[in-house]
């Protein structure tokens, strides 16, 4: 039976739409404009596209986490990590690609804080969307990707889902209330917890749990993002001479280090050629 169409959400929308806290200066709506409605645009996508070494390095490390848990005695022989860099064709990468994951993966072997966890689910990294939780009711209808890189249960019975990062990026909590919603629906019995781990670093963030009520305002939320962005995309396809109406620049500091600046006409970044 075909998949019926909803207007989706996930956490990296509710992050295009709103920034967290003191990132203010670093937002744009008309990167998600681009990211969103002109992604098909050979310009675009090329520009795009280029723009993966943060999220090349990533999956590598999620990569190798899934492998060191293949066989989880791999984590004592003195070899582990260029075995599991071979598996991973790390040779293959850019040098920068190759520093950092070698990093994470010597870090990991240091500090393998998936050991002794009863695994329910460890995502390779490499899967691309995940399936969508379709959140059906009276007034609303959406699909919720939420891309969770490792379940495990916790002594106690409560699920504990671990969100792997990479990078200086700060812990934002509305990502982890938004796992904590998947959870509610994927695993409705169980109560459940989130938390962040920063394979580079080794900084782990504060456990998060959520009341029911806080779940219900996280739903809403992200059916309000939802709704108000299929609208902004009718509206672009309706009339795409609008864009910089519908989603509006913020050219400042973020043009710099915006993979788009060489064809965004707000951008304040002098692009060398
Ligand atoms: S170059 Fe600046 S104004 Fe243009 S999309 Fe990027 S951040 Fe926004």
Same mark, same amino acid.
């Given at each position: ?12 929308? +509710? ?10 200066? +670093? ?18 996508? #090329? ?31 003195? #070899? ?25 993966? =010597? ?19 490499? =899967? ?26 916790? #002594? ?43 394979? #580079? ?6 456990? /998060? ?5 806080? /779940?219900?305002?996280? =739903? ?37 280090? @915006?993979?788009?600046?060489?064809? @965004? =006409? ?8």
């Amino acid at each position: 039976m075909a998949r019926i169409w909803l207007p989706f959400a996930s956490y990296n929308l +509710w992050l295009q739409f709103s920034p967290a806290v003191g990132k203010e200066r +670093w937002h744009c709506d008309m990167k998600r404009g681009f990211a969103r409605a002109r992604k098909r645009e050979p310009q675009v996508k #090329e520009l795009l596209d280029k723009d993966n070494i943060p999220q090349r390095i990533g999956i590598l490390a999620q990569q190798g986490v899934y492998e060191f848990h293949q066989d989880p005695l791999i984590l004592y022989q003195k #070899e582990a990590v260029e075995q599991v860099a071979e598996i991973l064709q790390l040779s293959k990468e850019p040098v920068v690609v190759q520093q950092r994951v070698i990093s994470i993966l =010597e870090n990991y072997q240091a500090n393998p804080i998936l050991l002794g966890k009863n695994i329910i689910k460890l995502s390779r990294g490499d =899967e691309g969307f995940p399936k969508p939780i379709s959140i059906v009711k009276d007034s609303y209808e959406i699909n919720l990707f939420a891309a969770i890189d490792c379940i495990f249960t916790e #002594e106690d019975g409560r699920v504990h889902i671990l969100d792997f990062k990479t990078g200086k990026s700060d812990f934002d909590r509305r990502q982890g209330y938004v796992y904590l919603l998947a959870a509610s629906y994927l695993h409705p019995k169980q109560q459940a917890v989130a938390s962040f781990y920063n394979l #580079e670093t080794g900084k782990c963030s504060e456990c /998060l749990s959520a009341t029911s009520a806080q /779940l219900n305002a996280i =739903e809403r939320k992200l059916v309000s993002i939802a709704q108000q962005h299929q609208q902004q995309l009718t509206r672009y396809r309706q009339n795409s001479a609008d864009f910089k109406k519908i989603f509006p620049p913020n050219p400042g500091i973020a043009c710099q280090y @915006c993979s788009l600046n060489s064809i @965004c =006409e707000f951008s304040v970044h002098k692009v060398s050629t």
